[in-house]
């Protein structure tokens, strides 16, 4: 039923809600950097011995939100700028697929193969009113690298840890 449900999406709606999804995590890490900038400049945070830290280690809190929010500006920018793909049961799984796998236990996932964002999770409502979750992986990720040149029913192996996961792949688009 889920697959259904997947090929009834369009997916520059897919790389709408991703987008907006970016900027709603960009957005929030702006406030903690701000926040975190605010703590550290704050009067009653500066060092009155060398054992005081607190000030300092919100300034580099306050510098990782700030690479945080870059972070998602680039990833922002690199969807929208991404082309689309068209894919079919004969076209490899490349950057911009929309891939559906099954693994072991026949648990479903749905990913989105792009340029940067691993990890990003997102819905996306379905034509049918139904919201599908979707995972943003890269090729650089063990699992992004076994799916890229794969086609629709190849079954792809990762190691991670010592254990080993086995995928099919059930559609792409």
Known sequence: MAIKLVLQMDKSDIREALVARLNTMKLAAMR??????????????VARSK???FG?????????QTQRVEEFARSQQAFSELTLREFDVNTAIALSAVVVILDEKDVEQTLFIGPSGGGVRFSVTSNVGTDVEIMVITPVSPLGAALIGALVNDVVTISIADTIKTYEIIQVF
């Open 32 to 45: 903690a950097a701000n926040q975190a900038r605010e703590t550290a400049t704050h009067s009653e945070t």
């Open 56 to 64: 300092l280690e919100a300034s580099y809190l306050a510098h990782g």
């Open 51 to 53: 054992y005081e830290t």
